[in-house]
Each structure stands twice: as C-alpha cells, then as structure tokens.
C-alpha cells in the first residue's frame, strides 16, 4: 500500500510543482519585473507629490512672518511675490508678530526705493507722499541700498539687492504702537485685507502710512521694504537685523502715461509702420 500511494502521488506532486513553477516563472519574469517596477515608481512618485503638496500648503497657510507689509485692497503678484497697489493713493500697513530680535518696544524702518533700477545721475523723476512728506524722488533720495549709514561701503549686513537696489531710496523711522492690535493673518495669503479687530489667538502689530505716487514720472513706481537695525562691526556700520521676507514686501502702482502722452505715442507707432509698409513695396 505504501508503494501504490507513492505512486499514485508522485504525478501529484509533479504537477503541483509544475504549476509553482510555471506561476513562480511568470511573476518573476522580465516583462512582470518591470510593470511591478512601474507600478512601484509611480505609487512611490504619487505619494511623495502629496506629502509635498500638504507641507508646502501647510507652510504657506500658517507660517506667518515676524515683520510683513501689505497695502489695503492691494493685491498680490505671484510672478513677483510682491503686494501691489491698485491705485496711486493707498494705506500701507507695516506688520509686526513680535519675537526676541524683533520685539514692540524696538525702532523699525521703511525704505521707500525707486522702481525700476535707476543709476545716478537721478534727473527729475517727480516726487511722493508718505504720511504728509513730500519726497523729491532722486533729490531728497540716496543711491545704493539700505539702510542709510555714514559708511558708504557695501558689506554683508546690508539689505539683499532682490532686484530692486542698487537704486535711489530713501528710510523712514518709527515704532509700533502698543494700542494697535489686528488679528494675525499672512499678508501673503490675504494681500490686501489690512488689520482686522483682534479677538482672540495670535496677535500682531500695526502702524499705517498713507502714500502717494500720483506725481511719478510715467513708468516709475516705489517699492517698499520693512526692517530693523542693529549696528554693524566698522565705524559708523549700521546692519539690517531682521527684515519682512522679500515675499511679504509692497510695490505702488507703475505711474501710466497721460492720455495726450499715449495719443503722441500711438501715433509714432502708426508713423512707423507706413514706413515699413512703403519699404516692404
């Protein structure tokens, strides 16, 4: 009985290994190995997109800065991460989440720089606004970047250029005030929406300025910066210690040329084209 059951089981065997093997052969085959690498790769590139997508959305919706500005009703550009004005009179509104290096009781400042890039000699670009202040833009303003110092070199502990310095500016002083609270918000995320009643949660500071910018000359604009200082290591060094990232930062409105400017320009533009038409016969 022993030999008849070994026999009769030996096909079995057989043929269950046989089909092991042929199922072994098929999951570990080349074109197996790769559709399981595919499916692999895009499971594993599917969730590392997700995992980025909910900390960048995470930081951007609750990280809110130290030092912020913002102009009420401004609205923000993403190609310049920069709050722009809708107009050329407007409220701007420095911000304050106060912490160890930036604290209420500390002197902060704004400079107010020419936009575009504008190398000396100045010339006559108009003038500005800021909280009653008639600036002459170029003639009451320095060129080079902040903050102003008796020391006219440029070193590490001045202001990043971001594309806005060397160019004319000019700093304006103050302090926060301890009676204007708002509600924390990131100006980022809520360009143009200005302080709010506090109610509870997290508390700012605010100091508004009113500007500006009707007087430019066409095709200028002033971009804004908000920092405090500290002093630097050489004689009469003055160093930017903390400032609103270049993120959080405010431009005016570019001036746009009167309308007589522009009929005078678009009838240069016709001008030129029948000359290029009679050219091309």
């Known amino acids: 009985m022993k030999k008849l059951a070994a026999v009769v089981m030996l096909p079995v065997r057989k043929e269950f290994t046989s089909r092991t093997m042929s199922i072994t052969h098929i999951l570990f085959s080349p074109y197996m190995k790769e559709e399981l690498n595919m499916k692999v790769k895009y499971l594993l590139n599917k969730v590392i997109l997700i995992f980025f997508a909910v900390i960048v959305g995470s930081s951007s919706a609750y990280a809110i800065p130290t030092l912020q500005l913002d102009i009420q009703g401004g609205k923000y550009n993403t190609l310049d991460e920069t709050i722009f004005a809708t107009g050329s009179s407007f409220a701007l509104y420095a911000l304050l989440l106060p912490d160890s290096s930036s604290t209420l009781t500390d002197t902060y400042y ?9 190398t000396p000699p100045g010339g006559n670009f108009g003038s500005f606004t800021f909280n009653g202040t008639v600036v002459s833009v170029t ?16 070193d590490p502990g001045d202001l990043s250029k971001h594309g806005i310095f ?23 995320d809520d360009a143009g929406q200005g302080p709010t009643s506090y109610s509870n949660g997290d ?50 409105t570019t001036t746009v040329p009167e309308p007589t400017t522009m009929l005078l320009l ?16």
């Open 203 to 252: 508390k700012m500071y605010y100091q508004s300025f009113q500007v500006d910018t009707s007087l430019l000359a066409a095709g200028y604009s002033i971009h804004f910066d908000l920092y405090n200082e500290k002093l630097g290591k050489g004689t009469g060094d003055i160093d930017v210690n903390k400032f609103a990232p270049f993120s959080h930062d405010a431009n005016s």
């Open 139 to 154: 003639g009451d303003m320095r060129y080079g970047t902040p903050p102003l110092e008796s020391y006219l070199g440029k």
């Open 266 to 281: 678009g009838l240069g533009l016709i001008g030129l084209a029948g000359v290029r038409r009679r050219m091309n016969k």
């Open 110 to 118: 704004i400079s107010a720089a020419l936009s575009p890039i504008t």
């Open 166 to 188: 060397d160019t004319y500016f000019t700093e304006f002083k103050f302090q926060f005030s301890g009676s204007n609270m708002t509600q924390a918000y990131n100006s980022q």
